[in-house]
């Protein structure tokens, strides 16, 4: 079995949820964005969205729930930086509030109860596998699995005060763990930017305040006695709050393990890593202990397998050498190395605007190497001595390089996949789309990566700068550094291979500034302090020196930090995976691409990814013609826009007043009743139908208002929603104060029972939900007041946003080689504009539709292949084939009648609504007699909707007002939502819902009974 697979205390804290794991849990609510956010009334979306889907057999009533809401919303406030949870953050903090509350309230009923689950779990385990039961000394350590980059210092940020709001024990110290200085002054940084107190750990006491203050120690500091500069472990105590970072590092059973566990024994422990299971597999003698350890102390699990199949970070592309090469092989495959470097670079400078909105970072290439400074061997010497002579190579000897580059992007390289397909096949997608050929390229390589348009290479040992070397080319500025620490045998090998390195006075780091948006530097070659304490969103491009043999968790840590990407909106998501992407000739930029100087490393470093749960094999890439159906073009089919320039935002500003306009007034209605039960008042059952409604005593229970505080919440409210155009003033608050016709506030009569000046607290927090409301009502009126007077219809035209060139298709080669065949074949009729090939497997369908305005369409289940322009889903699958099939059935009916599909993308489409947006998947169009009728389809599940009160299904109304205001009698608007989310479900969660009641809001089933008869009363709907 695997580690993974043995994670009890993970699978007891998902079966509180009535659920067996994350993916059960999360797939209704884990792609939605808006779910990051905190609504008004100050609770996170996520707690709606899991609310929703809790039932009979759960552990964890909705009021618990929304008071572990409470907390981690209140301890994210508390924190400088402004942080949106992703859907596995969330659920970790979740799951420690459970647990810490659980722990906190009784041992001993926590330890029954994980036992008794204990051996439900064991029933499913072999004998050999089995799980043996907690003691109440296992109870006090958590761990967390994070993958790098998945925000794991946030996370113990949060920790920190989540185990001090439960805990009422005694505790001596609060300790972080680091396994490195490095790390320790990044942690130190990263406490200071979020307001928490921290310093480096000395033997100087600080008095009372101790405890609250965090201390920082690397791990090697801790010894059995006292030294001159190490700690006796025993000088701490065993009662600490222990925070270990890097937790994998010793946990193998060694002297590092002991002592940490030391400081805890009775006291409390978080553990951080990203390679559990490599530090665990990689254990020799006491490899069943550790795995009983862990299995029962690891809370969350979100290594990388998840974060990688969620779309979290860069792809990546292993571009392996399979056997020794010869040298010219060799050339050709560090030549397409760097050219896929240079192609990465060149995208980021030609095509700045784009990079901005995806939050790319100026391309790096880094070669590492696997032992440390100190003691680096002539072997890894030898191996960064050769990176050297090639780049040397390379610069100097110009007609040899640009014949090799002709090579590679001719797939000539010689280097063959197991398919007998040459690995750089479609990795220049962007260069071939540029028409640039290879002498220009070499010049533009020598400029935009070595900084010089000729020359030679040097070394410089920049004294003054802890070992480094600089690279440059002539007088051009440095390129890159080498930053191992100078030995005299690095100098010696430098010698023997002809290098030029000289030695000059340098104070300003090359290193140390390879993040600032001023760095030249664009190859970074060093050791593995890169896999921790150091970190940068501008890795692209790696190289493994000398790694991957015996190292499986450093390269794991190194590979995580050069996946790390920000993602549009800083969703830390490819744009491929959630449809916003970028086209295919740019997502090389949202790739990490590896190469390795020994074959035998690169298989190594293959199945380090697969023990993560990441199957790798070759990539097979190809892209894909995409015909355009121009019958459309005579017959000014309408879309809707709205006028260029005419943005809300850029052309006024308003400012924030009272007002009894009751379109915004009605709206600012909020509901106390779950608060209240969670503060512990009693509330009767019927509250949903027989709410008490409140109004504030303006000159008693307002006069204690915080008319500061008031107006900072809203300051900081309207940032977050990005009101940039509206002004507020402080004085506008007093005109609030005074009247109480703008608002409905239900709540229980003793909510706002004044016992003891905190209860006013509760006056203050309603009373800012309120005014958050009233200014989010406030801004959407504003906004449609100006906006409706400035839409528009335009002509479809050729440069329309949603019109899609190509598509680009990757899948791995290993298990794929019929799809394969097939996309070569498809790929060639398209060329020759024929759309009659289709592939139709169970994974992967091409196909086309008659109405669609481009073909063919694709769609595939295997999360292993990747298409962009995003495909369609199934629900979007479906929708297309139901309506060709409608057509075909009712042909006498249409006879006369034209209609049009298309796709609208997200983003660049046809958007609604100011908050996030809704871009309805599909717009059709209908031309019958004089008449256009244009309506929006979106194909979607509804099972997190609010039925009732859903602004994707009020749009079947309001786009009616925008019809109307348009005044073009000839062209009629209409939205629908194909739920394929079945009625019996919703009936789950709401109550006494119909199908008529759905189809009054244009919300039609393709699923069930009317699964045959939906686009027929669409179309009725539409027409009649």
């Given at each position: 079995?695997?580690?993974?697979?043995?994670?009890?205390?993970?699978?007891?804290?998902?079966s509180l949820f009535g659920?067996?794991?994350?993916e059960e849990?999360?797939?209704?609510f884990?792609e939605?964005?808006?779910?990051?956010k905190?609504?008004?009334?100050?609770v996170?979306m996520?707690?709606y969205?899991?609310?929703?889907?809790?039932?009979?057999?759960?552990?964890?009533?909705?009021?618990?729930l929304?008071?572990?809401?409470e907390?981690?919303?209140?301890?994210?406030?508390?924190?400088?930086?402004?942080?949106?949870?992703?859907?596995?953050?969330?659920?970790?903090?979740?799951?420690?509030?459970?647990?810490?509350?659980?722990?906190?309230?009784?041992?001993?009923?926590l330890?029954?109860n994980l036992?008794e689950?204990?051996?439900?779990?064991?029933?499913?385990?072999?004998?050999k596998?089995?799980?043996?039961?907690?003691?109440l000394?296992?109870?006090?350590?958590?761990?967390?699995?994070?993958?790098?980059?998945?925000?794991?210092?946030?996370?113990m940020?949060?920790?920190?005060?989540?185990?001090?709001?439960?805990?009422?024990?005694?505790i001596?110290?609060?300790?972080?763990?680091?396994?490195?200085?490095?790390?320790?002054?990044?942690?130190?940084?990263?406490?200071?930017?979020?307001?928490?107190?921290?310093?480096?750990?000395?033997?100087?006491?600080?008095?009372?305040?101790?405890?609250e203050?965090?201390?920082?120690?690397?791990i090697?500091?801790?010894?059995?006695?006292?030294?001159?500069t190490?700690?006796?472990?025993?000088s701490?105590g065993?009662?600490?709050?222990?925070?270990?970072?890097e937790?994998?590092?010793?946990?193998?059973?060694?002297?590092?393990?002991?002592n940490?566990?030391?400081?805890?024994?009775?006291?409390?422990?978080?553990e951080?890593?990203a390679t559990?299971?490599?530090?665990?597999?990689?254990a020799?003698?006491k490899?069943?202990?550790?795995?009983?350890?862990?299995s029962?102390?690891?809370l969350?699990d979100?290594?990388?397998?998840?974060?990688?199949?969620?779309?979290f970070g860069k792809?990546?592309?292993?571009l392996?050498?399979?056997?020794?090469?010869?040298k010219?092989?060799?050339?050709?495959?560090?030549?397409?190395?760097?050219?896929?470097?240079?192609?990465?670079?060149?995208?980021?400078?030609d095509?700045?605007k784009?990079?901005?909105?995806y939050?790319?970072?100026?391309?790096?290439?880094?070669?590492?190497?696997?032992?440390?400074?100190?003691?680096?061997?002539?072997?890894?010497?030898?191996?960064?001595?050769n990176?050297?002579k090639?780049?040397e190579?390379?610069?100097?000897?110009k007609?040899?390089?640009?014949?090799?580059?002709?090579?590679v992007?001719?797939?000539?390289?010689?280097?063959?996949?197991?398919?007998n397909?040459?690995?750089?096949?479609?990795?220049?997608?962007?260069?071939?789309?540029?028409?640039?050929?290879?002498?220009?390229?070499?010049?533009?390589m020598?400029?935009?990566?070595f900084?010089?348009?000729s020359?030679?290479?040097?070394?410089?040992?920049?004294?003054?700068?802890?070992?480094?070397?600089?690279?440059?080319?002539?007088?051009?500025d440095?390129f890159?550094?080498i930053?191992?620490?100078i030995?005299n045998?690095?100098?010696k090998?430098?010698?023997?291979?002809?290098?030029?390195?000289?030695?000059?006075?340098?104070?300003?780091?090359l290193?140390?500034?390879?993040?600032?948006?001023?760095?030249?530097i664009s190859?970074?070659?060093?050791?593995?302090?890169?896999?921790?304490?150091?970190?940068s969103?501008?890795?692209s491009?790696m190289?493994?020196?000398?790694?991957?043999?015996?190292?499986?968790?450093?390269?794991i840590?190194?590979?995580?930090?050069?996946?790390?990407?920000?993602?549009c909106?800083?969703?830390?998501?490819?744009?491929?995976?959630?449809?916003k992407?970028l086209?295919a000739?740019?997502?090389?930029m949202?790739?990490?691409?590896?190469f390795?100087?020994?074959a035998?490393?690169?298989e190594?470093?293959?199945?380090?990814?697969?023990?993560?749960g990441?199957q790798?094999?070759?990539?097979?890439?190809i892209?894909?013609?995409?015909?355009?159906?121009d019958?459309y073009?005579?017959?000014?089919?309408?879309?809707?826009?709205?006028?260029?320039?005419k943005?809300?935002?850029?052309?006024?500003?308003?400012e924030?007043?009272y007002?009894?306009?009751s379109?915004?007034?009605?709206?600012?209605?909020?509901?106390?009743?779950?608060?209240?039960?969670?503060?512990g008042?009693s509330?009767?059952?019927?509250?949903?139908?027989?709410?008490?409604?409140?109004?504030f005593d303006?000159?008693?229970?307002?006069?204690?208002?915080?008319?500061d505080?008031?107006?900072?919440?809203?300051?900081?409210?309207k940032?977050?929603?990005?009101?940039?155009?509206?002004?507020?003033?402080?004085?506008?608050?007093?005109?609030?104060?005074?009247?109480?016709?703008w608002?409905?506030?239900?709540?229980?009569?003793?909510?706002?029972?004044?016992?003891k000046?905190?209860?006013f607290?509760?006056?203050?927090d309603a009373?800012?939900?309120l005014?958050?409301k009233y200014?989010?009502?406030f801004?959407?009126?504003?906004?449609?007041?100006?906006e409706?007077?400035?839409?528009?219809?335009?002509?479809?035209?050729?440069?329309d946003?949603?019109?899609?060139?190509?598509?680009?298709?990757s899948?791995?080669?290993?298990?794929?080689?019929?799809?394969?065949?097939?996309?070569?074949i498809?790929?060639?009729?398209?060329?020759?504009?024929?759309?009659?090939y289709?592939?139709?497997?169970?994974?992967?369908?091409?196909?086309?539709?008659?109405?669609?305005l481009?073909?063919?369409?694709?769609?595939?289940?295997?999360?292993?292949?990747?298409?962009?322009?995003?495909e369609?889903n199934?629900?979007?699958?479906?929708?297309?084939?139901?309506?060709?099939?409608?057509l075909?059935k009712?042909?006498?009916?249409?006879?006369?009648?034209?209609?049009?599909?298309?796709?609208?993308?997200?983003?660049?489409?046809?958007?609604f609504?100011?908050?996030g947006?809704?871009?309805?998947?599909?717009?059709m169009?209908?031309?019958?007699?004089?008449?256009?009728?244009?309506?929006f389809?979106?194909?979607?599940?509804?099972?997190?909707?609010?039925?009732?009160?859903?602004?994707?299904?009020?749009?079947?109304?309001?786009?009616?007002?925008?019809e109307?205001?348009?005044?073009?009698?000839n062209t009629?608007?209409?939205?629908?939502?194909?739920?394929?989310?079945?009625?019996?479900?919703?009936?789950?969660?709401?109550?006494?819902?119909?199908?008529?009641?759905?189809?009054?809001?244009?919300?039609l089933?393709?699923?069930?009974s009317?699964?045959?008869?939906?686009?027929?009363?669409?179309?009725?709907?539409?027409l009649?």
């Amino acid at each position: 079995m695997k580690f993974n697979e043995k994670l009890v205390l993970n699978s007891y804290m998902f079966s509180l949820f009535g659920v067996k794991d994350l993916e059960e849990l999360s797939r209704s609510f884990k792609e939605e964005t808006r779910n990051e956010k905190v609504d008004e009334e100050g609770v996170s979306m996520f707690y709606y969205a899991i609310s929703s889907r809790l039932f009979d057999d759960t552990k964890i009533d909705k009021i618990k729930l929304l008071e572990y809401d409470e907390n981690i919303v209140r301890h994210t406030k508390n924190l400088k930086q402004a942080i949106k949870w992703k859907y596995f953050q969330y659920l970790t903090l979740l799951f420690t509030e459970i647990y810490l509350d659980m722990y906190c309230s009784s041992k001993e009923t926590l330890l029954k109860n994980l036992n008794e689950y204990v051996k439900e779990f064991n029933e499913a385990l072999p004998k050999k596998e089995k799980i043996a039961p907690f003691e109440l000394k296992n109870l006090n350590k958590l761990a967390f699995w994070n993958a790098t980059g998945s925000g794991k210092t946030l996370l113990m940020h949060i920790n920190i005060m989540q185990f001090n709001h439960y805990n009422e024990s005694k505790i001596n110290k609060t300790i972080l763990i680091t396994p490195n200085a490095g790390l320790s002054s990044q942690h130190l940084k990263e406490f200071e930017s979020n307001g928490l107190e921290a310093e480096m750990f000395s033997e100087e006491s600080r008095g009372l305040f101790e405890k609250e203050m965090i201390e920082v120690l690397e791990i090697s500091k801790l010894k059995e006695s006292k030294g001159e500069t190490t700690f006796a472990v025993d000088s701490f105590g065993d009662d600490n709050l222990v925070f270990i970072d890097e937790g994998h590092r010793g946990a193998k059973g060694e002297e590092w393990k002991t002592n940490r566990d030391a400081l805890s024994a009775n006291g409390f422990a978080f553990e951080y890593s990203a390679t559990f299971g490599q530090a665990i597999a990689s254990a020799t003698k006491k490899r069943g202990e550790l795995t009983q350890e862990y299995s029962k102390s690891i809370l969350f699990d979100y290594s990388y397998k998840y974060f990688k199949n969620d779309g979290f970070g860069k792809d990546y592309t292993i571009l392996n050498l399979k056997e020794e090469p010869s040298k010219e092989l060799e050339y050709n495959y560090f030549v397409g190395a760097l050219l896929s470097f240079y192609q990465q670079k060149k995208i980021f400078r030609d095509n700045p605007k784009k990079m901005r909105t995806y939050n790319i970072e100026n391309p790096l290439m880094i070669f590492v190497g696997g032992k440390v400074s100190q003691s680096l061997s002539k072997q890894e010497g030898s191996d960064i001595t050769n990176i050297l002579k090639f780049l040397e190579k390379f610069i100097s000897q110009k007609e040899l390089s640009k014949q090799s580059i002709r090579k590679v992007r001719e797939n000539r390289s010689g280097i063959l996949t197991a398919s007998n397909i040459d690995i750089f096949t479609g990795k220049f997608d962007y260069l071939s789309s540029i028409n640039i050929d290879e002498n220009a390229i070499y010049q533009d390589m020598l400029e935009l990566i070595f900084n010089a348009g000729s020359g030679i290479l040097h070394l410089e040992e920049l004294k003054g700068c802890d070992g480094e070397i600089g690279l440059k080319v002539g007088e051009g500025d440095y390129f890159g550094v080498i930053n191992i620490g100078i030995t005299n045998d690095f100098k010696k090998l430098c010698v023997e291979q002809k290098l030029d390195l000289r030695t000059k006075d340098f104070n300003e780091s090359l290193f140390l500034n390879i993040n600032e948006k001023k760095s030249k530097i664009s190859m970074l070659i060093g050791s593995r302090k890169f896999t921790e304490g150091w970190s940068s969103w501008r890795v692209s491009t790696m190289g493994l020196l000398n790694m991957g043999k015996s190292e499986g968790a450093q390269v794991i840590q190194l590979f995580g930090r050069g996946v790390r990407l920000k993602g549009c909106d800083m969703s830390l998501k490819r744009s491929t995976f959630y449809g916003k992407g970028l086209e295919a000739k740019y997502l090389n930029m949202e790739i990490l691409n590896i190469f390795g100087l020994k074959a035998n490393y690169m298989e190594e470093f293959r199945k380090y990814l697969e023990n993560e749960g990441v199957q790798n094999s070759e990539t097979f890439d190809i892209n894909l013609p995409v015909l355009r159906d121009d019958r459309y073009k005579d017959k000014h089919l309408k879309v809707l826009r709205l006028k260029d320039g005419k943005q809300y935002k850029e052309n006024k500003i308003d400012e924030l007043e009272y007002t009894q306009n009751s379109a915004i007034t009605k709206k600012v209605v909020i509901n106390l009743y779950a608060k209240a039960q969670v503060i512990g008042l009693s509330v009767s059952s019927d509250y949903a139908q027989n709410a008490d409604t409140y109004k504030f005593d303006t000159r008693k229970e307002l006069s204690f208002l915080d008319k500061d505080k008031l107006f900072l919440d809203l300051i900081a409210y309207k940032n977050e929603k990005s009101y940039f155009n509206l002004n507020i003033n402080k004085r506008a608050i007093d005109a609030f104060t005074q009247n109480s016709d703008w608002y409905v506030l239900e709540a229980p009569k003793d909510y706002f029972f004044i016992s003891k000046f905190s209860d006013f607290e509760r006056i203050q927090d309603a009373f800012s939900v309120l005014l958050k409301k009233y200014v989010d009502e406030f801004y959407k009126y504003h906004k449609n007041s100006f906006e409706k007077d400035f839409m528009e219809y335009r002509e479809l035209d050729d440069n329309d946003a949603n019109f899609v060139e190509e598509y680009k298709v990757s899948c791995e080669e290993e298990g794929n080689s019929d799809l394969i065949e097939k996309l070569k074949i498809l790929k060639e009729r398209l060329s020759n504009n024929d759309l009659e090939y289709k592939i139709d497997l169970s994974y992967f369908k091409s196909f086309v539709s008659s109405k669609h305005l481009y073909n063919p369409l694709l769609f595939k289940e295997q999360k292993k292949i990747k298409i962009s322009p995003i495909e369609l889903n199934k629900g979007e699958m479906n929708f297309v084939e139901d309506l060709e099939l409608y057509l075909e059935k009712n042909r006498a009916t249409y006879e006369n009648d034209e209609l049009f599909l298309l796709r609208n993308k997200s983003k660049v489409g046809i958007g609604f609504f100011e908050d996030g947006g809704f871009y309805p998947d599909f717009i059709m169009w209908i031309k019958k007699d004089d008449k256009q009728y244009i309506t929006f389809i979106d194909p979607k599940g509804i099972r997190n909707s609010n039925p009732r009160n859903d602004p994707k299904m009020e749009l079947a109304t309001s786009i009616k007002d925008i019809e109307a205001e348009l005044g073009d009698t000839n062209t009629v608007l209409n939205s629908f939502i194909l739920s394929n989310t079945s009625l019996s479900t919703l009936n789950e969660l709401h109550t006494n819902l119909t199908h008529q009641f759905f189809e009054n809001k244009n919300v039609l089933f393709q699923v069930g009974s009317h699964k045959n008869s939906y686009i027929g009363v669409m179309f009725d709907k539409i027409l009649s």
